[in-house]
C-alpha cells in the first residue's frame, strides 16, 4: 500500500496485508489509516511513524473485510461472512450483527443513525445502527456476482445503488420498490456516489466509464 502526494511520487509504502486490500479509511485528524483486505483482516497504521508496519491486526473475520469506515471513536466493517461488525476503540468491545449474506459494500447515512448492507443476494438491508432492527429491504436491482455500490442522499430520503444490468436505482428510502432508474452503462455500475453540492451523482461502472447525473430530488 502507498501514499502518494499530488505528482504521483509515493511519500510511504506500507507492507502487511497478504491480499488484495478492499477498502481504506482515514480517521478524522488523518493520522491513523484502516485497511480491510481479502485476507480477513482489518490493520490500523500510524501515518506519523516512520514504521511500514501495521501497528494493530484484528482477525476476528471469518472472510474477506469489503469495506472498513472509521466513524468518531468507532470502526464499522462489512465481511463477506454476512456479518457487519462495530469496533468501540474507547470501550475495547466488539458488536457483531448477523446479516445473513454476503455483504459487499455498506453505506452510512448522513444522520449516521443507519446502515444500508448490499448483499450478494439482490438485497440491500436498511439496519438501524442502535439495535441491528432491519428496518427496510431494497431488491429490484441485481447484485449477485460483484460488488455495488450505494449511497444515500444528502437528507436521507434516497438510496442510489448500482446494479448488475448497468443501471442505477434510486430508491425512496420510506419505500420499497426503487423510485427511478437511469441505464447509465453497459456493464456493472461498481460505485455510485452523491455530490455535496446535492445536484447530482456520480456513477463508475465496469464498461471503463464514468457518468454524472444531474437529479431533481
Request: with cysteine; glycine share 4%; net charge neutral.
Amino acid at each position: 500500500m502507498c501514499i502518494r502526494d499530488r505528482t504521483g511520487k509515493v511519500l510511504r509504502k506500507f507492507t502487511g496485508h497478504s491480499a488484495k486490500i478492499n477498502s481504506i479509511s482515514f480517521n478524522y485528524d488523518c493520522n491513523v489509516l484502516a485497511t480491510g483486505s481479502y485476507d480477513a483482516t482489518l490493520r490500523f497504521w500510524d501515518l506519523r511513524s516512520n514504521s511500514f508496519n501495521s501497528i494493530q491486526v484484528v482477525k476476528d473475520f471469518k472472510d474477506s473485510v469489503s469495506k472498513a469506515l472509521i466513524v468518531g471513536e468507532h470502526i464499522i466493517c462489512s465481511c463477506m461472512d454476512g456479518t457487519m461488525k462495530t469496533f468501540d476503540i474507547r470501550k475495547f468491545e466488539v458488536v457483531t450483527d448477523q446479516v445473513g449474506s454476503p455483504i459487499s459494500y455498506f453505506a452510512l447515512s448522513k444522520d449516521k443513525k443507519c446502515i444500508a448492507a448490499s448483499c450478494l443476494d439482490n438485497k440491500i438491508k436498511l439496519q438501524d445502527r442502535n439495535n441491528a432492527e432491519i428496518l427496510s429491504e431494497y431488491t429490484d436491482h441485481i447484485s449477485k456476482s460483484y460488488t455495488v455500490g450505494c449511497d444515500f442522499s444528502w437528507d436521507d430520503s434516497y438510496l442510489i445503488t448500482g446494479s448488475e444490468d448497468g443501471q442505477v436505482y434510486a430508491y425512496d428510502t420510506l419505500k420499497k420498490n426503487a423510485a427511478f432508474k437511469l441505464n447509465n452503462h453497459s456493464m456493472t455500475v461498481s460505485h455510485v456516489e452523491f455530490s455535496p453540492k446535492r445536484d447530482s451523482f456520480v456513477s463508475a461502472s465496469h464498461d471503463a466509464t464514468i457518468t454524472l447525473s444531474l437529479i431533481h430530488i
